[in-house]
């Protein structure tokens, strides 16, 4: 068992403060320990939306961002797009990624995250088996497609707005070398970043819900 996360700060209230929510999906991503480090020295919180292969490969990196108190989700153990898969093939990925996360951590995720954002009825079923709401993105920063710092960081500004959950990619060099510029820009601009549960906390969200709800999403 890991110890308690090391977050003795009282929990911020995003009904008085600007907040905003960085997700990183994919992860533990092999830049991890310099997003953490950035992520320390500036006093942010983030989500992590954490594949559990990769938490096999990467223990230190999983156990590090639980301790430092940010926020860790499944998003599945190798990735597939759940609508595509049969109901038991959906269980198996979300249960031997919560599995990992809390043998490696200690924490047992609470919010799922799709792979790719995909989700249908059997898949919202699923989650609220598991007592999980899912959780996609207000915007993405499109780091993966993009793959520079410029690009990420115009498009990560553009697109933040208070109570926003923005897509990222811990996995992404660029991504991880142009956090202390876009930490302090966001800092600079009054956000406070919160993890996704933080920001979420008023939303009375309960298992199997999706947010946000998609265009078209009927349950």
């Known amino acids: 068992m890991a110890p308690a996360p090391a977050s003795a700060a ?56 639980a301790k430092e108190g940010h926020e860790l989700g499944n998003h599945s153990y190798k990735h597939p797009n759940f609508t595509t898969l049969e109901p038991g093939a959906i269980r198996s990925e979300i249960k031997k990624t919560q599995d990992i996360v809390y043998k490696t951590t200690g924490v047992t995720p609470k919010l799922l995250r799709p792979p790719y954002g995909m989700a249908d009825i059997q898949v919202s079923d699923i989650a609220a088996e598991f007592g999980m709401p899912m959780i996609l993105w207000t915007a993405g920063s499109r780091d993966w497609a993009t793959k520079n710092e410029t690009e990420i960081k115009k498009q990560t500004l553009a697109v933040a707005k208070q109570d926003g959950i923005i897509l990222m990619h811990d996995w992404v060099k660029q991504t991880v070398d142009s956090m202390p510029s876009i930490i302090k820009t966001l800092q600079g601009k009054g956000y406070t970043l919160v993890s996704v549960s933080t920001l979420l906390k008023n939303q009375n969200l309960q298992p199997g819900d999706i947010y946000p709800v998609p265009e078209g999403w009927e349950k």
């Open 10 to 65: 009282p929990e911020v209230d995003c009904t008085q403060v600007k907040c905003l929510a960085l997700t990183f999906d994919d992860g533990p991503g092999k830049y991890a320990d310099k997003l953490l480090d950035t992520l320390k020295k500036y006093n942010a919180k983030a989500t992590f939306f954490l594949e559990g292969q990769y938490v096999k490969s990467r223990p230190a990196f999983a156990k590090r961002m």
